[in-house]
């Protein structure tokens, strides 16, 4: 099956740090991926969708500057952190559809990343 | 705006069977997904339901009314690894997957 990974898997940074969150596909090429935010007890939250050599698309209210969006490859995504504070600790899961197929198929997720900032 | 409702938390026995509902208010419809998510972890595929009717596999089925907007997740023979909450999510005209809140359940022996 499809399978796709993040890392790191968790990470603990101080408040004003920088963290690079990688989501890569192993097994199959996506040319989209999806970054998701979860916090504790609640649903699953859609940030932004990352197009393989376009810009990505941020969902309302999520700062574009502050969360940066690289899809430079099929298979890679990364989701920037910028000037981390307490209020992004979070658990941030990336999810991939493999390319060329339907809107329909489900989309395949990685482990996600729990994110502590001090 | 865009909707799906499913129960906050459900408890069943072990052994039994137990149906978790969900209803959706969506701009189109392509397809509605069940997932799992154990605390701590990311979501797992569990089905997808695009025409009416029962999909069964294995202990799960699901099942979709379009014209209710309804779908069901049904577990059988419940085991104690089925705790975990169980998400409905659908996919509306543009290809986007709208999330319900998740329905939490809890197995107890």
């Known amino acids: 099956g499809a399978v796709v990974s993040q890392h790191p898997s968790r990470v603990i940074c101080k408040s004003g740090t920088s963290v690079k969150i990688e989501c890569r596909s192993l097994?199959?090429?996506?040319?989209?991926m999806f970054w998701y935010r979860q916090f504790p007890k609640q649903s699953l939250m859609l940030m932004a969708t990352?197009?393989?050599?376009?810009?990505?698309?941020?969902e309302q209210g999520v700062e574009k500057d502050k969360f940066l969006i690289n899809h430079a490859s099929l298979t890679l995504s990364t989701l920037t952190v910028t000037s981390a504070h307490p209020e992004d600790s979070s658990f941030y899961i990336c999810?991939?559809?493999?390319?060329?197929?339907?809107?329909?198929?489900?989309?395949?997720f990685g482990p996600g990343t729990r994110l502590t900032v001090l | 705006g865009q909707n799906i409702d499913q129960p906050t938390e459900m408890t069943a026995t072990e052994g039994a069977i137990v149906q978790i509902n969900c209803t959706y208010q969506?701009?189109?419809?392509?397809?509605l997904f069940w997932y799992q998510q154990h605390a701590g972890e990311a979501p797992t595929f569990l089905s997808y339901?695009?025409l009416d009717g029962l999909e069964e596999k294995g202990r799960f089925s699901s099942f979709l009314s379009r014209s209710k907007g309804y779908s069901y997740l049904l577990l059988k023979e419940l085991q104690m690894k089925d705790s975990a909450s169980y998400l409905c999510?659908?996919?509306?005209?543009?290809?986007?997957?709208?999330w319900g809140a998740g329905t939490k359940l809890i197995i107890k022996p």
């Open positions: 999810s991939a559809s493999p390319s060329g197929t339907s809107g329909a198929n489900e989309q395949f």
């Open positions: 339901n695009v």
């Open positions: 097994d199959f090429q996506a040319t989209t």
């Open positions: 990352s197009n393989e050599g376009s810009k990505a698309t941020y």
């Open positions: 969506t701009s189109g419809f392509n397809g």
């Open positions: 999510a659908v996919k509306d005209s543009n290809y986007q997957l709208i």
